[in-house]
């Protein structure tokens, strides 16, 4: 790596192609990102002295390839959304030279071409110094070619968008006035470049250490370049459009890729990462793997079955209005065990009408604990863990009873419970009561579409704390307390298209004016249509009547107690950890029995301590993880300090940095018996340096 603070003009005008590799984000500068560039080239432009602005870093790698007689190319690993602003901003220059020549004496628009747009020499695309992706490449090239054209530069709908308004903008700012203040400005500018050499750097580093001042990447930004800067250069375009341009496209116009990483990770480690912390675990999870190309197809695949459940895309019209209609309840939390169900769709372990059940069933769950005031944050680990306590077998039943035997605080509540709180909980302020109002009218013509888009919330008892004499009236001497209580109850509360026709309204007015209530042909009107007057007696009849239907629409499970004391035990059973828990140990049983029984020789004070991620050795506290793998070796990790363990063999990685357990150091791999005796020499020094800090 050599690194070097560079003038910025000087650098773009080196005989070679800057290029933006295809995975890389595209162009996403904003007009007040260019507007600040400007406004510094501007006052960094008016000085007579020596001062200069400083614009970031520029990291590239160099291509070990390269040869005399062909334009060279650097890939751009960082600081593409300054040197492409840059570039249009000259590119909007040279064109405003052209047309306001400044004399013959002065810089003119073909120097800007030649210097810093185009390598005068080359042909083809390699006559471009920066070559960028897709969109953004052809539309700074129909710029870059307008400049020697003497056709009307014109944009339309296949160009960059960003590119097309950040050029207009520049074109719009640059006057007579100001014209020579940002030449001089723009020779003003340096960076520090940051030169990588192929197969001995590792740039992904270099990028996350960079502190840039441009556009903050999300965690599935990071995961991309780092996932494909693990693959050669010439393998990287094939990957990409393959693997990941699918659920990049997929997840286009959304906030979900970030969080769709997180329950992937959530899924294949059972723990649940922080949103802040997903990239790490993501590294950490492809260390232990070890495999990118499998990890990157198994990711892919898992980005389709998250695409069905978040987003209801299946061939299936069943199957997307189940997950359509349990998407109204934002109930994200449950993704993790949902992507699993519907892999095992997809896999034919299970029948649509399992898939579709189990949706069913969640959304009850989700739903009556909603009612009852029960958060639904405090489901994400139970969501996590969920999958693996089912039998494949008969997975509906036993979700079922799984659910049942919940503890307390995450309870499926029972219809009573549901019951008391549906009539009587203010409703009309839960962001769900449009969900709620439209389930209960579609259960009883299911076959009839209603937009629900079209209608509102209707108090028909009016929200209004000074409500009219005929309220007062009809509501009884009781009327204030009546009001206070029930107004926003469900028995108070319908659908209606005519909201604002109906407001404040009496009651005989809003039954029999036009389209009023006795005109509507919705179910949750036809009660109030029929009734004399509208008290608190009518308010707590409509009310049994929905609660009823309501238990009828997300009902409680019938699962008998044999079945329940059933998996109750079964989970008591799997709550005590044993080596059997461990699937992959089968691979290497032989070689773990022989490791463990060295291990265990150390001292009497160390003891076999089993999680559900790894298998540890304590003595207080552990010091030595183990976490066997699908190709029968045995990954170790060490708690002391990587530099302080003698390996002369070098086999040991230094992963501190990820953080694993808050203490994890040191880590290698055992494949054969061969490696035992290495192996407890290094685990040994673990062991010694617990116990003298424990000293």
Same mark, same amino acid.
């Given at each position: 790596?050599?690194?070097?603070?560079?003038?910025?003009?000087?650098?773009?005008?080196?005989?070679?192609?800057?290029?933006?590799?295809?995975?890389?984000?595209?162009?996403?500068?904003?007009?007040?990102?260019?507007?600040?560039?400007?406004?510094?080239?501007?006052?960094?432009?008016?000085?007579?002295?020596?001062?200069?602005?400083?614009?970031?870093?520029?990291?590239?790698?160099?291509?070990?390839?390269?040869?005399?007689?062909?334009?060279?190319?650097?890939?751009?690993?960082?600081?593409?959304?300054?040197?492409?602003?840059?570039?249009?901003?000259?590119?909007?220059?040279?064109?405003?030279?052209?047309?306001?020549?400044?004399?013959?004496?002065?810089?003119?628009?073909?120097?800007?071409?030649?210097?810093?747009?185009?390598?005068?020499?080359?042909?083809?695309?390699?006559?471009?110094?920066?070559?960028?992706?897709?969109?953004?490449?052809?539309?700074?090239?129909?710029?870059?070619?307008?400049?020697?054209?003497?056709?009307?530069?014109?944009?339309?709908?296949?160009?960059?968008?960003?590119?097309?308004?950040?050029?207009?903008?520049?074109?719009?700012?640059?006057?007579?006035?100001?014209?020579?203040?940002?030449?001089?400005?723009?020779?003003?500018?340096?960076?520090?470049?940051?030169?990588?050499?192929?197969?001995?750097?590792? +740039?992904? #580093?270099?990028?996350?250490?960079?502190?840039? /001042?441009? =556009?903050?990447? &999300? $965690?599935? *930004? @990071? !995961?991309?370049?780092?996932?494909?800067?693990?693959?050669?250069?010439?393998?990287?375009?094939?990957?990409?459009?393959?693997?990941?341009?699918?659920?990049?496209?997929?997840?286009?116009?959304?906030?979900?890729?970030?969080?769709?990483?997180?329950?992937?990770?959530?899924?294949?480690?059972?723990?649940?990462?922080?949103?802040?912390?997903?990239?790490?675990?993501?590294?950490?999870?492809?260390?232990?793997?070890?495999?990118?190309?499998?990890?990157?197809?198994?990711?892919?695949?898992?980005?389709?079955?998250?695409?069905?459940?978040?987003?209801?895309?299946?061939?299936?019209?069943?199957?997307?209005?189940?997950?359509?209609?349990?998407?109204?309840?934002?109930?994200?939390?449950?993704? +993790?065990? #949902?992507?699993?169900?519907?892999?095992?769709? /997809?896999? =034919?372990?299970? &029948? $649509?009408? *399992? @898939? !579709?059940?189990?949706?069913?069933?969640?959304?009850?769950?989700?739903?009556?604990?909603?009612?009852?005031?029960?958060?639904?944050?405090?489901?994400?680990?139970?969501?996590?863990?969920?999958?693996?306590?089912?039998?494949?077998?008969?997975?509906?039943?036993?979700?079922?009873?799984?659910?049942?035997?919940?503890?307390?605080?995450?309870?499926?509540?029972?219809?009573?419970?549901?019951?008391?709180?549906?009539?009587?909980?203010?409703?009309?302020?839960?962001?769900?009561?449009?969900?709620?109002?439209?389930?209960?009218?579609?259960?009883?013509?299911?076959?009839?579409?209603?937009?629900?888009?079209?209608?509102?919330?209707?108090?028909?008892?009016?929200?209004?704390?000074?409500?009219?004499?005929?309220?007062?009236?009809?509501?009884?001497?009781?009327?204030?307390?009546?009001?206070? $209580?029930?107004?926003?109850?469900?028995?108070?509360?319908?659908?209606?298209?005519?909201?604002?026709?109906?407001?404040?309204?009496?009651?005989?007015?809003?039954?029999?004016?036009?389209?009023?209530?006795?005109?509507?042909?919705?179910?949750?009107?036809?009660?109030?249509?029929?009734?004399?007057?509208?008290?608190?007696?009518?308010?707590?009849?409509?009310?049994?009547?929905?609660?009823?239907?309501?238990?009828?629409?997300?009902?409680?499970?019938?699962?008998?107690?044999?079945?329940?004391?059933?998996?109750?035990?079964?989970?008591?059973?799997?709550?005590?950890?044993?080596?059997?828990?461990?699937?992959?140990?089968?691979?290497?049983?032989?070689?773990?029995?022989?490791?463990?029984?060295?291990?265990?020789?150390?001292?009497?004070?160390?003891?076999?301590?089993?999680?559900?991620?790894?298998?540890?050795? $304590?003595?207080?506290?552990?010091?030595?993880?183990?976490?066997?793998?699908?190709?029968?070796?045995?990954?170790?990790?060490?708690?002391?300090?990587?530099?302080?363990?003698?390996?002369?063999?070098?086999?040991?990685?230094?992963?501190?940095?990820?953080?694993?357990?808050?203490?994890?150091?040191?880590?290698?791999?055992?494949?054969?018996?061969?490696?035992?005796?290495?192996?407890?020499?290094?685990?040994?020094?673990?062991?010694?340096?617990?116990?003298?800090?424990?000293?």
């Amino acid at each position: 790596m050599d690194a070097k603070q560079i003038n910025l003009l000087k650098f773009m005008q080196a005989d070679y192609q800057l290029y933006i590799p295809i995975f890389q984000r595209k162009y996403s500068w904003n007009i007040s990102q260019c507007n600040q560039l400007f406004n510094d080239i501007l006052t960094v432009g008016r000085l007579n002295d020596n001062t200069t602005h400083f614009i970031g870093s520029v990291v590239y790698m160099r291509n070990n390839s390269d040869f005399a007689d062909v334009i060279t190319q650097r890939m751009i690993i960082d600081g593409q959304q300054r040197l492409t602003t840059v570039t249009i901003l000259i590119s909007a220059l040279a064109l405003y030279l052209k047309e306001h020549p400044l004399g013959e004496d002065k810089l003119n628009y073909t120097d800007l071409l030649v210097y810093y747009l185009t390598n005068s020499h080359a042909h083809g695309e390699n006559k471009y110094k920066l070559i960028l992706t897709n969109k953004d490449k052809d539309t700074i090239i129909k710029i870059i070619d307008n400049i020697s054209s003497s056709d009307v530069l014109t944009f339309n709908l296949n160009d960059s968008k960003k590119i097309k308004d950040n050029f207009t903008f520049f074109r719009n700012n640059i006057t007579k006035d100001n014209v020579k203040i940002i030449l001089n400005g723009l020779k003003r500018l340096n960076i520090i470049q940051i030169s990588l050499e192929q197969y001995r750097d590792n +740039p992904q #580093l270099i990028y996350e250490s960079l502190n840039s /001042t441009g =556009l903050e990447l &999300t $965690k599935s *930004d @990071l !995961i991309r370049n780092y996932v494909l800067m693990s693959f050669p250069p010439e393998e990287q375009d094939e990957i990409y459009n393959k693997y990941w341009v699918s659920m990049e496209k997929g997840f286009e116009g959304t906030n979900f890729f970030d969080k769709f990483i997180r329950d992937y990770l959530t899924v294949k480690t059972n723990h649940i990462p922080g949103m802040g912390n997903v990239y790490n675990e993501f590294k950490s999870y492809n260390y232990e793997q070890d495999d990118m190309l499998n990890l990157l197809k198994d990711l892919n695949n898992y980005s389709k079955y998250y695409f069905a459940v978040a987003f209801g895309k299946d061939e299936e019209p069943e199957i997307q209005d189940a997950l359509k209609e349990f998407n109204q309840l934002k109930a994200q939390v449950s993704y +993790p065990f #949902l992507l699993e169900v519907y892999k095992d769709y /997809t896999e =034919l372990k299970i &029948t $649509k009408n *399992d @898939l !579709i059940t189990v949706i069913k069933l969640i959304e009850s769950y989700i739903f009556r604990r909603l009612i009852c005031g029960l958060p639904t944050s405090s489901l994400s680990k139970p969501f996590a863990s969920l999958y693996k306590s089912l039998n494949p077998d008969d997975i509906v039943t036993s979700l079922e009873a799984q659910l049942l035997l919940m503890d307390a605080g995450k309870r499926f509540p029972e219809n009573n419970e549901v019951k008391t709180n549906f009539k009587k909980r203010d409703l009309y302020h839960s962001k769900n009561i449009l969900y709620l109002l439209s389930n209960l009218e579609s259960y009883k013509h299911p076959k009839n579409y209603l937009n629900f888009s079209n209608y509102t919330i209707e108090h028909i008892m009016p929200q209004n704390q000074n409500i009219s004499d005929e309220w007062k009236e009809s509501l009884g001497e009781n009327y204030e307390a009546i009001h206070d $209580k029930y107004i926003h109850t469900i028995g108070n509360l319908t659908l209606t298209a005519y909201n604002s026709s109906l407001s404040d309204s009496s009651f005989k007015h809003k039954q029999n004016m036009e389209n009023g209530f006795k005109d509507s042909p919705l179910f949750l009107n036809h009660y109030i249509a029929q009734v004399d007057d509208w008290n608190e007696e009518e308010i707590k009849q409509r009310a049994e009547t929905l609660s009823n239907l309501a238990l009828e629409i997300w009902p409680y499970p019938k699962v008998n107690e044999e079945t329940l004391k059933k998996y109750s035990k079964k989970n008591k059973e799997n709550n005590k950890l044993t080596l059997d828990n461990y699937p992959r140990l089968e691979f290497s049983r032989n070689l773990f029995n022989t490791l463990n029984k060295e291990i265990l020789s150390l001292g009497k004070d160390v003891k076999l301590n089993l999680t559900k991620s790894y298998i540890s050795y $304590k003595i207080t506290s552990n010091f030595v993880y183990i976490k066997p793998q699908s190709d029968s070796s045995l990954l170790v990790h060490l708690i002391k300090p990587f530099d302080t363990i003698e390996d002369p063999k070098k086999i040991g990685k230094d992963i501190t940095k990820f953080n694993l357990n808050g203490n994890i150091t040191f880590s290698f791999r055992i494949y054969s018996l061969n490696d035992i005796d290495y192996a407890m020499s290094l685990i040994k020094q673990s062991y010694d340096y617990l116990k003298s800090v424990k000293k």
